[in-house]
């Protein structure tokens, strides 16, 4: 949407008290009560495309449990206590492995092998320290209360063409000092264990990951910057130029699943990321990312393979912080730095001498982020939950998910949809985004540089913003829900404190906005776009409110504005109204009786609310 200009040394990472919220009670001129109300979730229904991922995820976690019972070695099984030299896996087998080996292991093609790790040190200076040839099968067991490592200075700690198990109750330390911690090109599996990763590349690398019941601990730094994700799950180049035309979205390959799962990561690339789809339900996730930033120049678009909006961040105080419009003097993400990302699928085809011949990228699929469950604190540089790919979406139906980020909270390319759960994003450049956005239940806490929620498709057929349920809370410098096309308000509690400046506005959409449900609160400076109000509402123009200050509505609605506002604009409009019925409406220190109505209005001017009389004390000035 077509913006007035913002300024630019406006800072992104604002930390705003929250304000306080209370509904359905008596007035407060105490300046409003701590924010005690919570939306209750709404029923996750799921759309064919969240069908077609957890049914994938039902298909391969059915294995799990069984995955998690293989940990007792048979009674043919070879002992090997250390070596010096390096050692080869020949047979098929169950292999109990302790001390040290020097010379790093390896597992020739074909195998089916299960090693039993008891306090095993493998390690590598110049190879791969845990090398696997294809067509075979391996399974880790870290026996109970062992501690285990895997290290590599020279190549990767563990490297697989055939897919990899590993489970038990003890832990596992896998390192790289020059390449992926694990690095699997075939499926990965995680059931019980604790592994702690440290990697300049990749912590965890494969086709797909299968985690579950196990703790994850990942760091990926590099000198220049440029390391890797934490998580990483990427389909299989093409071999040949036949098998470029067949490739396409698929929920066989690229995803990560994580279930209950308690997952640390801290990388310089992206905490997450899958090439088709992430699913997670239950666990903790606490995800931190860090950017590594490059100066606006031909050299570095060229070398980093950015675009010129890319350079769109500015130096205040030390910190990038993210601006409207890119500008020569600015600076850019050399790479993606998300907190959890399902990426579009692309694919190099090389010859024998390792040089691209064909690249691309499958920009239409089913891509998708689903959350079902779990504790998140994610601190990103980029944005902190992202989908890439208009086919697919963002969905969270329940969970705890605090968010810190340079850029957006939650995003989407295609549709965001809030079920439920309790969101809380502290600091970002837009809170919740997507082509779509549905918002049907759930407690969401939006302090945002600009729009605090934006539906920011340009399909000029579909397009919406839509809250059916919740309570929503933003605090906005942009617009506070802003949809290019309509938006929709029909149930739910809506607060919105837009800015406190001219050019953006509470509520901003295309093709006007609706109100047929729920308690809607909106400030802002500027005039609102017209407004259908279907159900009763109350308003008035030209206010001036102090920080802590309550508007409310008595018996309705009570709450308190989280900064100043000056010339302001501001609307009630609720279910729990009724038209023609009077009621007292407080702003700051200033009460008047006032009529509600119903209907339309445009740019919101006060019609309902007639300056002059009544009790309250000082008006402030201009009512």
Partial sequence: MTKFFKALSFICVLVIAFFAVSCGGNDNTGGGTPINEKGENAEATYTEDEETITGKVDEITAGNSDASENTTASEEATTVEGQSAAYEIAASGDYYLSGDYTGGISVKKG???????????????????????????????????????ITSSGSNGISSNSPVVINGAGTLTVSSAAKNGIKVDASLTIVDATLNITAVNHGISAYNVNAENCTLNVITAQA??????????????????????????????????LRNVNYSANVQGDGIQADTFVYINGGTYDITTSAYFVAYSAANISAYGLEVDDFRYYVSG????????????????????????VGEIDYELTD?????????EITSGNYYILIESGTFNINSADDAIHTNGFGGGTTVNDGTITISTFDDGINSDGLTKINGGTITINSCYEGIEGAYVEINGGTINITSFDDGINAASDNTNSEYLKITGGVVIVNAEGDGLDSNGTLNISGGKVYVFGPTNGGNSSIDSDKGSTITGGTVVAISKEIMDSITCNKPY?????????????????????????????????????????????????????????????????????????????GGGPRPGGW
């Avoid at 994700?229 to 180049?237: C, L, V």
């Avoid at 308190?560 to 019925?581: D, F, Q, R």
Wanted: with cysteine; proline share 2%; hydrophobic share 35%.
């Fill in 224 to 257: 220049d910057g440029l390391a890797k994700d934490g998580i990483h799950a990427e389909i299989e180049d093409p071999s040949n130029e036949d098998e470029i035309s067949s490739i396409a979205w698929t929920e066989n390959d690229g995803f990560v699943i």
């Fill in 318 to 341: 030390g910190t990038y912080l993210k601006a409207e419009n890119y500008n020569t003097r600015y600076y850019a993400m050399a790479q993606s730095a998300k907190g959890i990302k």
């Fill in 352 to 360: 024998s001498d390792d040089n691209i011949v064909a690249s691309g």
């Fill in 538 to 614: 109350v308003s008035a123009t030209n206010v001036s409110l102090s920080s802590g200050n309550t508007i409310s509505v008595d018996g309705v609605v009570s709450v308190s504005v989280p900064k100043a506002y000056s010339g302001a604009t501001v609307i009630i409009c609720s279910e729990n109204l009724t038209s023609g019925t009077s009621y007292t409406l407080k702003l700051g220190t200033t009460s008047k009786t006032v009529s509600a109505k119903t209907g339309s209005q445009g740019g919101m001017g006060g019609g309902s609310f007639t300056p002059g009389g009544g």
């Fill in 111 to 149: 195998l089916a092998v299960h090693l039993f790790l008891n306090n095993a040190h493998i390690s590598s200076v110049s190879d791969n320290a845990l090398s696997v040839k294809k067509n075979g099968s391996i399974t880790i067991t870290l026996v109970e209360n062992s501690t285990n490592a």
